[in-house]
């Protein structure tokens, strides 16, 4: 339905990294009317966070908090995926590393070059 890349511009522990983007991403549905949904992270330790309720450590705890709070609000659940499942995700990813200089994001299309990798990866789901 929808994807996108979005810089994070800062140095941070990669946990921190991966809820700020769960974050990003919650934002991104919530904007683009991509609901109801199901928000889907092979960081299974911020996944695990988000779910608890718990009381998180400082440094995570107020953005997995910003996170609960969105998905509750919107009625969008958070759940675990190994990354063999979600390979598009980890394509992505990897993109923002090489050559973007800015946000991107894409509604009813597929980024460039991905089109094979999300269509595998859908094959994979019903087969």
């Known amino acids: 339905m929808g994807s996108s890349i979005q810089k994070i511009i800062t140095c941070l522990s990669p946990l921190i990294a991966e809820a700020i983007a769960i974050l990003k991403g919650l934002h991104f549905t919530v904007d683009s009317g991509l609901l109801p949904a199901v928000l ?10 988000i779910n608890y309720e718990g009381k998180s450590d400082a440094d995570i705890g107020s953005i997995v908090s910003d996170i609960v709070a969105v ?7 958070i759940s675990f995926v190994p990354q063999t499942v979600n390979k598009a995700a980890h394509s992505l990813a990897k993109m923002t590393l090489v050559s ?13 070059g991905l089109e094979y990798v999300i269509r595998a990866d859908c094959h994979s789901l019903v087969s």
């Open 71 to 77: 998905a509750n609000s919107y009625g969008i659940s």
């Open 40 to 49: 889907e992270s092979d960081a299974k330790w911020v996944v695990d966070l």
């Open 100 to 112: 973007v200089d800015n946000d991107l994001f894409w509604l009813e299309d597929f980024p460039p």
